[in-house]
Structure formats: C-alpha cells, structure tokens
C-alpha cells in the first residue's frame, strides 16, 4: 500500500483513540475543523497517488470532416487554344465543255376531231417530229403518224379506261423512238472523219384507226421502226370496246359458234385476195372490225405469211354464229 495512505490511516488511528480518551471534554467545533481537514488532506493524498499511476493510453478515434479535408482546390489548367489552321484554298473545278444535246423538233401538229355520238367525240392528232444534229446536218431519228383521244362526257369512267389502253399503245412507240435516237447517236459517233459517211436516219410511225357502229368502237393499232429498207420491229394490234359498258370485245365474248365463224369469216377472206390456192383455212385469227353505218364490218385474219388480211361483209351473214350479246351489240335482229 503506498505510504502516504499508510500514514494517513495511522493518523486516524490516533484520532480516534484521542477522541475516545478526551471525550468528556468534545469541542465540536475543533472536531469538525479537524475532519475537514482530514478531508482535504485525504483529497489531496489521493490526488497526488493518481498522478503517480501510468495513465492508460487511449486510442482516439478520429472522425475526418469536410473542415479536416484539404480545401486546397487543384489548380485548373487553362487550354492553351490551339491554333487554327488557315484553310487551303481549294482550286475552282475547271468546267468540261459538254457537248450541246441535239435538238428535238416538232415538224407538225394538227388535231382534228370526230363527233362519232351525242357523248363521243374521238380527237386525233396528227404529229411529226425529229431528233437532229444542226451542225453536221444529220437528222439521227423520225417519229411521225397520229395518236387518239375519247372524250366521253356522259361516262367519265370508261374514257379514262379506254383512254389509258390507247395511250399505252403510243408510250410503247414513243420508247422504240427514243431507243433508236440514242442507237442512231452512238452509230454516228464511230464514223470517223476520213471514212466515207454512211448514215441511214431511223425512222419510227405510230397509227390509229377507228370504227364505230352506235355502240362498239374498234380500234387498230400499229407502229413500226425502219432504216433504211429495213424493219426493225413493228407491232399491229386490234381492239374493241363496248361503249355502254367500257368492257372489251372479242370473239369469244361475242361468237358462239367459232367453227362456224372462222369458216364464213375465211371464204370471204379467201375470195378477196389474188392467190386462187386462198380457202377457209388459210386464215387464222380471224376478228370482226366495226363500221360507221349500216350492215358492214370487216373481218380481219393472218395469212400463212404472217400479213393481215381484211375484208368487208355484211353482218346479216354473220347472224347465226352471234350469241345474244353478240346480236345486240351489232344490231342483229
């Protein structure tokens, strides 16, 4: 036990035994002046051992704030702006000479006009043009016949369908001529200037012709392409339309009897032509082509060469081959 509380016990030790031996003579206010400083010199005993003891180390915990956190902000690089560099200027585009596109020309147009019903009216125009090189004096392609236009006011609906039919026609012989122009182009261009030039212009035509009898309106359709003497390519076509209806004709929608039809068609066809050996069978194909006015149609066949051959009869004779759509439209009783 350390000496200072050993010595601060005997002290008590005597007190006590004083007190006990003088105490028919207590002074109580010495008594308690004497505790009190027994108090304060046990206090300060006490004080001065603590002091002595090894203090235990305490690990503190350290809590790191925003305050504890460096407030150094990093320093900002300033960009360095870098030059930009000049442009290069860049050189013009020298212009290619191209050379001039030869001019296309239209020679002529002329419309005419055909009242064919109190509705109908069939305009027909008339046309010729050509694609030439002025310069050289060389015309590359011809493109030359009519073209055809229904007006029907009272059916608006079947005009533009019989219209679109026609026309497609013609757009088909525009696209032979437009083909032969550039052909014609491009065969002119190889004749070199020391040879001897032989050139022959293409030469392209288009036709319509038109039949009507009150009620059907046919049509025959053609186009051919030429140099020269030679044909290229040519196209013939017929139709026939029912005006009430805008529906399209042919034999069978109006014959019911063919085998009886092909032989009446082809005796008349065979007696038409120049050839004795002609009969019946020579013919195939063979359509019905409608008239302006009375009893008069054509029928028109192919021949074993290829040609189309027509010829006109009167429609009576045709009577017992139609079925009754036939006989209305041709106005057989």
Same mark, same amino acid.
């Given at each position: 036990?350390? /000496? /200072?509380?050993?010595?601060?016990?005997?002290?008590?030790?005597i007190v006590a035994v004083s007190a006990?031996?003088? %105490?028919? =003579?207590?002074?109580?206010? /010495? %008594?308690?002046?004497?505790?009190?400083?027994?108090?304060? =010199?046990?206090?300060?005993?006490?004080?001065?051992?603590?002091?002595?003891? @090894?203090?235990?180390? *305490? @690990?503190? +915990?350290?809590?790191?704030?925003?305050?504890?956190?460096?407030? *150094?902000?990093?320093?900002?690089?300033?960009?360095?702006?870098?030059?930009?560099?000049?442009?290069?200027?860049?050189? %013009?585009?020298?212009?290619?000479? #191209?050379?001039?596109?030869?001019?296309?020309?239209?020679?002529?147009?002329?419309?005419?006009?055909?009242?064919?019903?109190?509705?109908?009216?069939?305009?027909?125009?008339?046309?010729? *043009?050509?694609y030439a090189d002025d310069e050289n004096? +060389?015309?590359?392609?011809?493109?030359? &016949?009519?073209?055809?236009?229904?007006?029907?006011?009272? %059916?608006?609906?079947?005009? $533009?369908?019989?219209?679109?039919?026609?026309?497609?026609?013609?757009?088909?012989? *525009?696209?032979?001529? =437009?083909?032969?122009?550039?052909?014609?182009?491009?065969?002119?261009?190889?004749?070199?200037e020391e040879e001897e030039q032989v050139?022959? #212009?293409?030469?392209? @035509?288009?036709?319509?012709?038109? &039949?009507?009898?009150? !009620?059907?309106?046919?049509?025959?359709?053609?186009?051919?392409?030429?140099?020269?003497?030679?044909?290229?390519?040519?196209?013939?076509?017929?139709?026939?339309?029912?005006?009430? #209806?805008?529906?399209?004709?042919?034999?069978?929608?109006?014959?019911?009897?063919?085998?009886?039809?092909? !032989? +009446?068609?082809?005796?008349?066809?065979?007696?038409?032509?120049?050839?004795?050996?002609?009969?019946?069978?020579?013919?195939?194909?063979?359509?019905?082509?409608?008239?302006?006015?009375?009893?008069?149609?054509?029928?028109?066949? $192919?021949?074993?060469?290829?040609?189309?051959?027509?010829?006109?009869?009167?429609?009576?004779?045709?009577?017992?081959?139609?079925? !009754?759509?036939?006989?209305?439209?041709?106005?057989?009783?």
């Amino acid at each position: 036990m350390n /000496k /200072k509380i050993r010595t601060i016990l005997s002290i008590m030790m005597i007190v006590a035994v004083s007190a006990a031996a003088t %105490a028919c =003579n207590f002074n109580a206010d /010495k %008594a308690g002046e004497a505790f009190d400083h027994l108090g304060q =010199n046990i206090s300060n005993a006490v004080s001065e051992d603590g002091s002595e003891e @090894t203090a235990v180390s *305490e @690990t503190e +915990i350290t809590v790191e704030t925003p305050s504890d956190v460096s407030e *150094e902000v990093p320093e900002e690089t300033e960009a360095v702006p870098t030059a930009t560099p000049m442009p290069t200027a860049t050189p %013009a585009p020298t212009a290619t000479p #191209t050379p001039t596109p030869a001019p296309e020309r239209v020679d002529f147009s002329e419309l005419t006009e055909d009242q064919i019903s109190d509705t109908i009216t069939i305009e027909s125009e008339g046309f010729e *043009e050509s694609y030439a090189d002025d310069e050289n004096e +060389i015309t590359y392609a011809t493109f030359s &016949g009519n073209r055809l236009l229904v007006s029907e006011e009272a %059916a608006p609906n079947i005009q $533009t369908s019989v219209n679109l039919i026609l026309d497609g026609f013609y757009q088909e012989a *525009e696209g032979i001529y =437009n083909r032969y122009t550039s052909e014609a182009q491009a065969e002119y261009a190889l004749i070199g200037e020391e040879e001897e030039q032989v050139f022959e #212009t293409y030469d392209v @035509t288009v036709s319509y012709e038109y &039949g009507f009898n009150g !009620r059907v309106l046919s049509v025959r359709m053609a186009y051919a392409a030429v140099s020269g003497e030679e044909t290229l390519e040519e196209d013939i076509e017929y139709i026939a339309f029912d005006m009430y #209806t805008g529906q399209y004709i042919n034999t069978a929608s109006v014959i019911a009897d063919q085998g009886e039809f092909n !032989r +009446i068609a082809g005796e008349a066809l065979a007696f038409s032509t120049d050839n004795e050996e002609d009969t019946a069978e020579s013919f195939s194909d063979i359509i019905i082509f409608a008239q302006d006015s009375g009893n008069g149609v054509y029928v028109i066949g $192919t021949d074993e060469d290829g040609d189309y051959v027509r010829t006109l009869i009167d429609v009576q004779n045709l009577g017992p081959v139609f079925n !009754r759509y036939g006989r209305i439209l041709y106005g057989i009783a």
